[in-house]
């Protein structure tokens, strides 16, 4: 039998935390066959909650749930963490300014990056969810520095999915046959959704839909404010597509992409496309024995470059801010 896969989750209390850990403790974040381990990480409020989340993982009796371990210390929630999803985040609350925001994500993701660099496992490979995910991530990843910086990855595969479901409806094929979507950039309004290299059906996508103005006004907008649209219709913002989306991108990060498809990350920049090198942005990537690799050689028309140069702009804004605050 193998040995268990110790899963960190931070938030677990909160509404993408119930979403996200009976998935991880059925099989579905790392393969039918790997035991895991929980580590549920939460503020002191959120203990008591945390409890009876796990109340309800025992009682479903997971076969590969192998233990469940609550802390409200991250020096202990990321002690031998082999996988740390950074879910628990400050939200911006109303007359909060960009630098309150980074301030007060600043506060959680920085110690946690330190007790990530001083506890986990070697192998450790972190998805920061919490927003303002790329920069949060960011921070985590500057106060690790025993930590190769690729094992810090912020999510933007909510955005992927949700391109690629506007594009099956737009396009009527379904999603098993789109491939090679892009979101670039910040994961925030800014961010791109990029179909000009995608297929539907092995044909170009652009070509297939052959309507910019739709692409400019409609699919952009559509999937960059698709979270608002949600907190409008439910009254609460995404909860069980981000857990997925989280759920898909570890699982491809493990498990690797389809030869023929790609998926989108947010990673640490190499200087490709010309987004400026540390920075964690999304680009088109592959993911291939444990490691994400960013697509390269792809080439870029100005409807493209704007919109990246646009969302890499803001990243490194927020990267200039959190440097000015000490958290980096
Ligand atoms: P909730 O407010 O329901 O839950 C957050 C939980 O985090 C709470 O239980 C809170 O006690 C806990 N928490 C706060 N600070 C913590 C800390 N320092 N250590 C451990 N736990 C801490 O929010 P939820 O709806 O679950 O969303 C969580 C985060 O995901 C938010 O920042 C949200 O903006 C972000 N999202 C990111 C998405 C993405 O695509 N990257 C999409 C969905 C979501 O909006």
């Known amino acids: 039998t193998r040995t268990p896969v110790t899963v960190t989750v931070t938030g677990a209390a909160g509404q993408i935390g119930y979403a996200l850990l009976f998935r991880i403790a059925s099989g579905q974040l790392l393969g039918a066959d790997v035991p895991v381990k929980l580590r549920l990480l939460e503020i002191p409020q959120g203990l008591k909650a945390a409890e009876g989340t796990a109340m309800e993982l025992d009682d479903c009796a997971f076969p590969l749930l192998q233990g469940i371990d609550i802390s409200d210390d991250p020096n202990v929630g990321f002690d031998g963490a082999n996988v740390a999803l950074l879910v628990g985040a400050r939200p911006r609350t109303k007359g909060m300014e960009r630098g309150d925001l980074l301030e007060a994500n600043g506060g959680i993701f920085k110690p946690q990056g330190k007790a990530i660099n001083d506890h986990a496992a070697d192998d450790i490979k972190v998805l920061v969810v919490g927003n303002p995910a790329n920069t949060n991530a960011l921070i985590a990843q500057a106060a690790a520095p025993d930590v190769p910086a690729e094992r810090f990855t912020a999510m933007t595969r909510l955005d992927h999915n949700r391109a690629l479901s506007q594009l099956a409806k737009k396009t ?101 496309y010309g987004v400026p090198e540390g920075l964690i942005s999304s680009f088109p990537v592959t993911a291939k024995n444990g490691k994400f690799e960013i697509v390269q050689g792809l080439g870029i028309n100005e409807f493209s470059r704007t919109r990246i140069d646009a969302s890499v702009k803001e990243l490194e804004d927020e990267r200039e801010a959190v440097r000015n605050l000490g958290l980096i």
């Open 172 to 272: 009527g094929a379904p999603v098993s046959e789109i491939k090679k979507l892009t979101i670039w950039g910040n994961h925030s309004a800014t961010q791109y959704p990029d179909v000009f290299h995608a297929e539907v059906a092995g044909k170009n996508a652009a070509e297939v839909v052959n309507d910019e103005q739709w692409l400019a006004d409609t699919f952009i907008p559509t999937v960059a404010k698709r979270g608002a649209a949600i907190i409008e219709a439910r009254g609460a913002s995404s909860a069980a597509s981000a857990a997925n989306a989280a759920i898909d991108h570890v699982h491809t990060w493990v498990n690797g992409t389809d030869a023929d498809d790609w998926t989108s990350a947010g990673v640490v920049s190499d200087g490709s």
